[in-house]
């Protein structure tokens, strides 16, 4: 540091500003390529976090078209079974478009298969509540006609046995 003591004071004071405006340029470098670093792996996250809300939700929503089918095995009325029926449609169509959503924005191909296997269970799943509705109708319907009946099989019945 001899070479220090001949300097005058201006070249001292502008050579240590230097070192010290070069230490803070190779700080924010750093700290520039650290924050890109973050941002990628918050990128990443983000999108792991989406999709598994998004797949969380349609779990719910179908849980929801089971709670209305639940409903519809038990309505006696028309009335109440299109009110079921219309309840578990629309959380079927609901679930289907949530999990549409987040295979759209499935990159990784393991969550890309598992929500694929889970849209393939939920058309599945579909048909079969469609086929149960149906089958629910149709008893209504023939239950009310067996209702129907029953009265002139029991007039037929007591003219039988008079």
């Keep these: 540091?001899?070479?220090?003591?001949?300097?005058?004071?201006?070249?001292?004071?502008?050579?240590?500003?230097?070192?010290?405006?070069?230490?803070?340029?190779?700080?924010?470098?750093?700290?520039?390529?650290?924050?890109?670093?973050?941002?990628?792996a918050f990128l990443s996250v983000r999108s792991a976090v989406e999709i598994s809300t998004l797949a969380q939700t349609a779990q719910v929503q179908m849980a929801g078209a089971g709670y209305g089918n639940l409903g519809v095995s038990r309505v006696q009325t028309p009335e109440d079974l299109t009110r079921y029926e219309t309840a578990s449609i629309t959380m079927r169509d609901a679930s289907a478009k949530t999990l549409s959503k987040a295979l759209s924005s499935a990159t990784d191909t393991q969550d890309h298969a598992l929500l694929q296997t889970m849209q393939d269970k939920v058309k599945g799943y579909d048909r079969i509540s469609g086929d149960g509705l149906s089958l629910r109708r149709d008893y209504m319907n023939k239950l009310k006609d067996l209702y129907a009946i029953a009265p002139k099989l029991g007039a037929a019945v007591d003219r039988a046995l008079d």
Excluded: C, H, T
């Design 1 to 40: 540091m001899k070479y220090m003591v001949n300097l005058r004071l201006p070249v001292k004071l502008y050579a240590s500003a230097s070192i010290i405006l070069g230490l803070v340029v190779v700080m924010a470098g750093s700290s520039w390529s650290a924050f890109r670093e973050i941002d990628q």
